[in-house]
């Protein structure tokens, strides 16, 4: 993937974290928040992988393809 989609996905998983973090302090049903916990925690999976991709992607850049 080229450096610029993978900046993009990081960063809508970071917007997705954090409308989840908001929603969460909201939430007083407990099957509710549990769902709302679950799904956090998958997020921040990907949020992970995709740090770990982008960082990588940064590292193994080649300046003269994109001349």
């Known amino acids: 993937m080229t450096h610029l989609i993978l900046w993009l996905r990081f960063r809508s998983l970071q917007f997705h974290l954090d409308g989840l973090d908001s929603t969460l302090d909201l939430i ?39 001349v």
């Open 28 to 66: 007083h049903h407990p099957g509710l928040k549990n769902r709302y916990t679950e799904r956090r925690m998958e997020i921040k999976r990907q949020l992970h992988r995709a740090e770990g991709a982008y960082k990588a992607s940064l590292r193994n850049r080649d300046i003269w393809r994109a």
